[in-house]
């Protein structure tokens, strides 16, 4: 799981996209505190996890630079999914995830 080098930083941009948009809270609302993290799969047999985890967890822990969060909508229809706003990070203090 890669984690944010500044929690706070990523806590006060999900706070902010919480407040532009009450109705759609991150995972539907069921967590309090979102914990910066990066999903490398849902929905799979554990069996495909784990080969996920094998083939990633030597490049683990990275360091990326975050220039937009993407916004997408779609359904669990196959394909349905596309972006439906990109929001440029600029000026965001501590964009650097690791």
């Known amino acids: 799981m890669a984690r944010a080098r500044t929690r706070g930083s990523f806590r006060a941009l999900t706070a902010a996209v919480r ?3 009450p109705d759609y809270l991150p995972y539907g609302g069921t967590h309090t505190d979102v914990v910066p ?3 490398i799969g849902q929905d799979q047999p554990y069996r495909l ?3 996920a985890y094998r083939a990633i967890e030597p490049s683990l822990a990275f360091t990326a630079r975050v220039s937009s969060a993407v916004l997408m909508q779609g359904s669990l229809e196959q394909g349905s999914w596309r972006v439906a706003v990109e929001l440029p990070l ?8 690791r």
Do not use: M, Q
């Open 90 to 97: 600029d000026g965001v203090a501590d964009p650097a995830i």
């Open 19 to 21: 407040r532009a948009f």
């Open 49 to 51: 996890f784990e080969s």
């Open 37 to 39: 993290h990066l999903t």
